[in-house]
């Protein structure tokens, strides 16, 4: 019977079982023999990661064809303007080639959110903003290299939720389990 479960994975944390160079994997807060990420989560990001037992349904997921919605909060170094918005909103051509359109909002710092560890680095000369952005597609770190491209470097970024599944209330390190039909 296929599972899925939702998992806020913390900052540092491997999408992976296994630790590799000083940094720790997923068995450190999941013991769910059979279960495997539906996509990935680079180190230095937090938030929703979708695990399955089943190896179609962690294609569906995860496969860039597929074009499910991921959505990310996104605290960039910088003031986002208008323009900025509409130049992410359209697609951005990066060295790999150009993005889809991608949706994105400014937003306020979200008022549930968590600390980091370790903290943000802050500069008294450097203010921030808040992106909301939904993309469906998955290249190599794209969120960071596209707000990178309109002069606005990621510091923070959490993804919020993958297709129907949000994270809800749950804080890092804490995972749900969905029954069949609830995927």
Same mark, same amino acid.
């Given at each position: 019977?296929?599972?899925?479960?939702?998992?806020? =994975?913390?900052?540092?944390?491997?999408?992976?079982?296994?630790?590799?160079?000083?940094?720790?994997?997923?068995?450190?807060?999941?013991?769910?023999?059979?279960?495997?990420?539906?996509?990935?989560?680079?180190?230095? +990001?937090?938030?929703?990661?979708?695990?399955?037992?089943?190896?179609?349904?962690?294609?569906?997921? +995860?496969?860039?064809?597929? =074009?499910?919605? =991921?959505?990310?909060?996104?605290?960039?170094?910088?003031?986002?303007?208008?323009?900025?918005?509409?130049?992410?909103?359209?697609?951005?051509?990066?060295?790999?080639?150009?993005?889809?359109?991608?949706?994105? +909002?400014?937003?306020?710092?979200?008022?549930?959110?968590?600390?980091?560890?370790?903290?943000?680095?802050?500069?008294?000369?450097?203010?921030?903003?808040?992106?909301?952005?939904?993309?469906?597609?998955? =290249?190599?770190?794209?969120?960071?290299?596209?707000?990178?491209?309109?002069?606005?470097?990621?510091?923070?970024?959490?993804?919020? +939720?993958?297709?129907?599944?949000?994270?809800?209330?749950?804080?890092?390190?804490?995972?749900?389990?969905?029954?069949?039909?609830?995927?």
């Amino acid at each position: 019977m296929s599972q899925l479960l939702l998992f806020n =994975k913390p900052y540092g944390v491997l999408s992976q079982f296994t630790d590799e160079a000083g940094h720790p994997g997923l068995a450190h807060y999941l013991d769910q023999p059979g279960f495997y990420p539906a996509g990935r989560l680079d180190r230095d +990001s937090e938030g929703l990661l979708v695990l399955t037992n089943d190896g179609a349904l962690q294609h569906r997921i +995860s496969h860039p064809k597929k =074009k499910m919605a =991921k959505t990310y909060w996104v605290q960039v170094e910088g003031i986002a303007d208008d323009d900025t918005i509409n130049q992410l909103c359209r697609g951005i051509t990066l060295k790999d080639g150009p993005t889809r359109p991608a949706e994105v +909002s400014i937003i306020e710092q979200p008022a549930d959110l968590w600390e980091r560890e370790p903290p943000i680095r802050k500069r008294k000369n450097k203010p921030t903003s808040w992106l909301k952005m939904t993309i469906k597609e998955g =290249k190599n770190r794209q969120v960071r290299r596209m707000t990178a491209a309109v002069e606005l470097p990621t510091l923070r970024l959490i993804r919020v +939720s993958i297709g129907p599944w949000s994270l809800q209330t749950l804080q890092p390190g804490q995972w749900v389990e969905l029954s069949a039909n609830s995927i």
